[in-house]
């Protein structure tokens, strides 16, 4: 049974920083392209930050200089680092771990950023 969960979401102002963590498990971790996605109330689930197996990266533009995503594959665990977070950053976040045809998400953590 496959499960990721997401936490580290909460509420913090403006320019502050928050840490999210995935913990995956029922897969082989090491093997899955890994993302993280969010969704602002009335807009599209939107991809935020992705890290390969072979750790190779990529991020939306409006995150870049802003947020690191990383990978333990010893903890099959994905982490994101949110610094100088606005409020246009609000929103629920989830995990994705994708493989070939395969696709798992979990159940999102919200995050809100106060101006």
């Known amino acids: 049974q496959v499960q990721l969960v997401e936490s580290g979401g909460g509420l913090v102002q403006a320019g502050g920083s928050l840490r999210l963590s995935c913990d995956a498990s029922?897969?082989?971790?090491?093997?899955?392209?890994m993302g993280w996605y969010r969704q602002a109330p009335g807009k599209q689930r939107e991809l935020v930050a992705g890290?390969?197996?072979?750790?190779?990266?990529n991020y939306a533009d409006s995150v870049k200089g802003r947020f690191t995503i990383s990978r333990d594959n010893a903890k099959n665990t994905m982490y994101l680092q949110m610094n100088s977070l606005k409020p246009e950053d609000t929103a629920i976040y989830y995990c994705?771990?994708?493989?070939?045809?395969?696709?798992?998400w979990g159940q999102g953590t919200q995050v809100t950023v106060s101006s």
């Open positions: 029922g897969i082989t971790f090491s093997s899955y392209y």
């Open positions: 890290i390969t197996s072979g750790r190779t990266t």
């Open positions: 994705n771990a994708k493989l070939w045809r395969a696709g798992y």
